[in-house]
């Protein structure tokens, strides 16, 4: 029992800060994976079998541990990028979808909207011109919009293909197996790159931020929706109660494993701050690279633009 | 892989994490604060009732609830000769260490032989029970792991099936053995599974026969079952002091 509470106790406490050299960066073999300390290859394939091993029941443990929050969250993401019909979407790490079907959503309400004021303005054409008119909108209702959601684990671009299936999404959907570090893409192509609780996952950030720089056009932006960090010592205390106590518990009673979600609670622990990601972002090459807080840094949404 | 409990020098396997401090006491055990415990417990409670294919989350409520039992049947087994060499033995039940054609070849009636037969006609095998990782013992959890796998020995003994009905009739029996409250539990949630005809046979039947059993007989961790696969299940039955089934 003493042993319990001796780990509980160090659990509570902040980790020890880790050198900023391996905080994303391969500064020789030695990597963290959540507490553990591993090589780059074992980091890899580590983060691989849990995301293999969550895909099935990603989505209910993300209700259960957010309490439906991470909708929210989700949902602010899409809204601050406020997309217009034709803008062409990269959410990489984007696994099961929830990105790309709320980007979707999004840019056919817009074009809903666009549709109905030109036909406001359309008051005095011939019938003829009307049906025309109606005819070419009816085969770009999403404006030629197009979401391509990429994702390194086979597991769960299954599981978001299927949801995309059950739910209706056909148009306007792609869907990559590629690696965010190594991006299966030309040079200046996307207006607009998301990572939402993916980049954690990364094994080399700063490879990846490189690669959004890269893939997108020049005027496009970069986002990232990210767990980070708390200041506030009370919330923070509480989220650290939570984190540690209760949701390894809910990834063993929900979906029969305790370790890929000890892990997700170390590895957010284990992240950059905001400041410090947002240097990496502008090291990267990103301008007027700015951040904001959600539920009191519980969770980060950082953008940058490429000019 | 499998976590085999063998007696090392010493205590069993220690690793300790530099940054944190915990214990790894045995090879898949998961160190829990006391409050990570109530909620697993509570948790894994509600879980198996909702789902009862969920047999890992029984496995977790009798780990996590036996905190009080487990020191009492290790303390029988320190106490019994036979239950005494089983603890420094360590013998595990597995397909592994298993000789399947001899037990199939010994006579009819045989422990052995009635073993392979019930695993056969239920299409279970031992080789599918959880090894044990909230129970902060190395020797704990390895008396908690012999139960599992008494566990189909007991079906065996008591010549139940594996389906809900019997089931339950091993829990009752279980029950009053161990003391475990993932028994207690079983044995009376269980039911709410079943027909009412069935319920009339447990009740009137099965239930009394297996309290009077449980009652009667010595504690079912001290035999050292794979020493006596030849020995007829009557006869086991008579020395444990295990009523014939009805």
């Given amino acids: 029992l003493c042993r319990c509470r001796c780990r509980c106790r160090a659990l509570l406490s902040r980790p020890p800060g880790a050198p900023r050299a391996l905080r994303g960066f391969a500064a020789g073999p030695e990597m963290h994976f959540g507490f553990q300390t591993v090589t780059e290859a074992e980091r890899r394939e580590k983060i691989y079998q849990v995301f293999e091993n969550v895909a099935k029941k990603y989505d209910v443990m993300n209700d259960s541990m957010t309490l439906g929050v991470h909708r929210l969250w989700k949902d602010i993401l899409v809204h601050k990028m406020n997309p217009t019909p034709g803008t062409l979407l990269l959410d990489v790490a984007g696994g099961t979808g929830d990105i790309a079907f709320r980007f979707i959503n999004y840019v056919r309400a817009a074009r809903e909207q666009q549709l109905q004021r030109k036909l406001k303005h359309h008051q005095d054409l011939s019938w003829q011109e009307i049906f025309d008119s109606y005819q070419e909108d009816k085969f770009h209702s999403l404006g030629d919009s197009q979401a391509v959601v990429c994702d390194i684990n086979r597991e769960m671009l299954k599981v978001g293909k299927q949801k995309a299936q059950h739910l209706g999404y056909s148009e306007g959907l792609s869907w990559v197996l590629g690696n965010a570090e190594e991006l299966p893409f030309d040079d200046d192509k996307f207006d607009v790159y998301t990572i939402a609780f993916g980049i954690r996952n990364v094994t080399r950030i700063d490879l990846a931020l490189q690669e959004a720089y890269r893939v997108l056009k020049p005027g496009g932006r970069f986002l990232c929706l990210e767990f980070s960090h708390v200041t506030n010592p009370l919330v923070s205390r509480l989220y650290d109660l939570y984190s540690f106590q209760v949701i390894p518990v809910l990834g063993e009673v929900i979906a029969g494993d305790w370790n890929s979600y000890q892990y997700l609670v170390e590895s957010i622990r284990r992240f950059p701050p905001q400041e410090e990601l947002k240097e990496m972002i502008e090291d990267a090459g990103f301008f007027k690279v700015d951040y904001e807080n959600l539920n009191f840094g519980i969770v980060a949404i950082h953008s940058g633009f490429k000019l | ?246």
């Fill in chain 2, 1 to 246: 892989g499998r976590a085999r409990l063998s007696r090392q020098d010493g205590r069993g396997v220690e690793e300790e994490e530099e940054e944190e401090g915990w214990q790894q006491l045995y090879p898949g055990h998961i160190p829990t604060s006391p409050l990570q415990k109530a909620l697993l417990a509570a948790g894994s409670a509600v879980m198996a009732l909702y789902d009862p294919y969920r047999h890992d989350m029984v496995a977790v409520l009798g780990e996590t609830t036996g905190c009080l039992a487990l020191p009492n049947l290790r303390d029988k087994m320190k106490h019994h000769p036979e239950g005494y060499r089983i603890l420094q033995e360590r013998p595990c039940i597995r397909l592994s260490t298993l000789d399947m054609a001899r037990l199939r070849g010994l006579p009819d009636g045989s422990l052995g032989r009635e073993y392979v037969r019930f695993l056969e006609d239920n299409k279970v095998s031992p080789d599918t029970r959880m090894p044990p990782r909230f129970v902060d013992d190395e020797e704990l959890a390895y008396v908690i792991q012999r139960y599992r796998e008494v566990h189909d020995l007991m079906h065996t003994l008591l010549g139940m099936p594996t389906n809900m009905l019997g089931e339950v009739v091993v829990k009752w029996f279980e029950a009053v053995q161990t003391g475990l409250p993932m028994c207690v539990l079983g044995a009376a949630f269980g039911p709410v599974r079943l027909s009412t005809r069935k319920l009339q046979v447990l009740a009137t039947e099965l239930v009394p026969w297996a309290i009077r059993s449980g009652r009667n007989a010595s504690c079912i961790l001290n035999v050292y079952y794979e020493q006596r696969w030849e020995q007829p299940v009557e006869s086991l039955r008579e020395e444990i002091g295990i009523f014939p089934p009805p």
